[in-house]
């Protein structure tokens, strides 16, 4: 009887770890996918800049013409 009892709380313990590990993952790649998402607004922010530095002083678009010429009706 001591012995199944020990298969069984072994076979529990390790549901528990692979629960936890299974989390630990999840935890991992939300993580990852945030970072992502931070890592590519900061390039975007990049990006506007330089185009801003590349135009100077040349007048800009307004939002609502490009809203127009896009079709965007938001």
Not at 23 to 40: G, H, N, P, W
Not at 60 to 66: C, E, K, M
Request: aromatic fraction near 8%; charged fraction near 30%; glycine fraction near 4%.
């Amino acid at each position: 009887m001591g012995f199944m009892s020990n298969t069984i709380s072994a076979k529990s313990k390790s549901t528990a770890d692979w629960r936890q590990l299974n989390q630990q993952v999840a935890q991992a790649k939300a993580l990852m996918k945030r970072m992502r998402e931070t890592i590519e607004d900061i390039e975007d922010a990049r990006i506007i800049e330089q185009a801003k530095r590349a135009n100077g002083n040349k007048p800009r678009i307004p939002w609502s013409q490009v809203k127009k010429e896009f079709g965007f009706d938001f």
